[in-house]
């Protein structure tokens, strides 16, 4: 009788120990969606990230190559005709 209590005894444990890995088995799987689903999403926010930069400073640097010659060209112009007012106008009469 009382290895039979004994056998009762270590087959619920192994029960308990069988229903209490499938449990941690299905919780790790859980887990291991969830990190997948915020690695996609950490990967994905540096490329947004990066793209933002991008855009921001692209503008910028064909900014400083381009602009200085226009404003050159510009400036000049402003002061050719301040110098001599009339000298582009053609059919002045």
Known sequence: MDNDNKQKVQEKKEADL??????????????????????????????????????????????????PPIIERAVDNINNNINNPLTNITNFK
């Not at 859980?30 to 793209?51: A, C, M, P, T």
């Open 18 to 67: 069988e229903k209490l890995l499938k449990q941690n088995l299905a919780v790790s799987q859980e887990i291991l969606n969830i990190s997948r689903y915020i690695k996609k999403y950490i990967f994905w926010s540096r490329i947004i990230s990066v793209v933002k930069i991008l855009i921001i400073l692209v503008p910028i640097i064909l900014g400083i190559m381009y602009l």
